[in-house]
């Protein structure tokens, strides 16, 4: 591997290029996923000025007092809305709750759609208004960029670009900014964030306010995984996994803590987890199932993997 552990890809090169770059593009990110199940991406439209300010108003969300912020934590909502205090979640196969505690924001549903009666509402922020809100306008441009991406995925694979188009379209996706406190003893033996797969489709992640997310390779290293500026890092998920028969990568990642003199620095971290309609059906594409490749996965929904997901890792009951 080179200095750099994932491959870098120009979206703009597949949003506004010619038909040879457009292909370029398919063929490098299919490539990424199938090999790493990591990419970097830049020229990804998400506006800096947008992801800065969230930034911001995140990190004055996380300093109000632990009473303040308990006040966003909504009993019953597994977490997807709201505030979630430190210690609750884990790895599916830890018992240890990871370091850290977050905030989520979900689909503000366009149009007429019966979704609406499912999704719960945004919870808003009394004390700093613009945390949420600008979220949302975050999620927006991140929904944007992800639909690009998977119509590149959706070309790789043959199954026509427009194949995720409506599956995403007021998609049950989560922005999640995830804050992980100055470590102030030693860690009983939880890290900031345990190793871990995600369950979504694909990750998008802006950079971290701090290092530590490492990538497992193949050859079972870790690697660091360091973005540059203005770029983004996506990775691929269980459900595309699951939907491709294990031909694109859902790829084993952690965060880990850093070292000890850094022990006072905080973390702020903010993936959007891009998720379909829960009707959307998971069973393996019969192109990506062959004699090779037997089929590894049973018929499943977004919606019931989702469910199975959130009991595994603690988020519910």
Same mark, same amino acid.
């Given at each position: 591997?080179s ?7 120009? +979206?703009?090169?597949? =949003?506004?290029g ?8 398919v063929?490098a990110l299919?490539k990424?996923f199938h090999e790493?199940?990591?990419v970097g991406?830049?020229n ?6 947008l ?5 911001d108003?995140?990190k004055r ?12 934590? !909504? ?5 997807q809305?709201?505030?979630t205090s430190?210690g609750?979640?884990?790895a599916k196969?830890s ?14 549903v ?5 979704v609406r ?14 945390? %949420?809100?600008l979220?949302i *306008?975050?999620?927006k441009?991140f $929904?944007?960029?992800? #639909?690009?991406?998977?119509? #590149? !995925? #959706?070309i790789?694979?043959?199954?026509g670009?427009?194949?995720f188009?409506?599956? !995403?379209?007021?998609?049950n996706?989560?922005l999640?900014? !995830?804050?992980y406190?100055?470590? =102030?003893q030693?860690?009983?033996s939880?890290?900031?964030a ?9 990750t998008?992640?802006v950079g ?10 193949k050859?079972?290293e870790?690697?660091?995984?360091m973005?540059e ?10 459900m595309l996994?699951?939907?491709t028969?294990?031909?694109l990568?859902?790829?084993t ?5 850093? %070292?000890?003199e850094e022990?006072?620095?905080p ?8 998720h ?7 069973? @393996?594409?019969?192109? @990506?199932?062959?004699?090779?490749? %037997? +089929?590894?996965?049973? %018929?499943?929904t977004?919606g019931?993997y989702?469910?199975e *997901?959130?009991r $595994? ?5």
């Amino acid at each position: 591997m080179s200095k750099r552990a994932i491959p870098l890809v120009d +979206l703009s090169k597949f =949003t506004g290029g010619s038909a040879e770059e457009k292909a370029g593009f398919v063929e490098a990110l299919g490539k990424a996923f199938h090999e790493i199940g990591f990419v970097g991406v830049v020229n990804h439209g998400i506006s800096k000025e947008l992801i800065d300010r969230f930034y911001d108003a995140a990190k004055r969300f996380f300093a109000l007092p632990e009473a303040v912020k308990r006040k966003y934590e !909504i009993e019953g909502m597994a977490g997807q809305r709201g505030y979630t205090s430190f210690g609750k979640e884990h790895a599916k196969q830890s018992k240890v709750a990871d370091l850290k505690e977050f905030f989520q924001i979900g689909q503000e549903v366009e149009g007429e759609d019966l979704v609406r009666e499912v999704y719960p509402d945004n919870v808003q922020v009394e004390e700093i208004p613009e945390f %949420p809100q600008l979220g949302i *306008r975050l999620y927006k441009a991140f $929904e944007k960029a992800g #639909a690009e991406l998977l119509r #590149a !995925i #959706a070309i790789h694979l043959e199954i026509g670009s427009g194949y995720f188009d409506d599956k !995403i379209h007021n998609g049950n996706s989560i922005l999640r900014a !995830i804050h992980y406190p100055p470590i =102030t003893q030693e860690p009983a033996s939880a890290i900031r964030a345990e190793q871990h797969e995600d369950i979504n489709l694909i990750t998008l992640l802006v950079g971290a306010s701090a290092g530590g997310l490492q990538l497992l390779t193949k050859d079972d290293e870790w690697v660091a995984i360091m973005p540059e500026e203005n770029e983004i890092v996506i990775n691929v998920g269980d459900m595309l996994q699951r939907l491709t028969n294990n031909y694109l990568k859902s790829t084993t990642h952690r965060v880990v803590n850093p %070292p000890r003199e850094e022990w006072h620095m905080p973390r702020l971290s903010i993936p959007f987890f891009l998720h379909p309609r829960s009707e959307m059906a998971l069973d @393996c594409l019969p192109q @990506c199932v062959s004699e090779n490749t %037997p +089929l590894a996965y049973e %018929p499943i929904t977004a919606g019931e993997y989702l469910d199975e *997901r959130l009991r $595994e890792i603690g988020l519910k009951k």
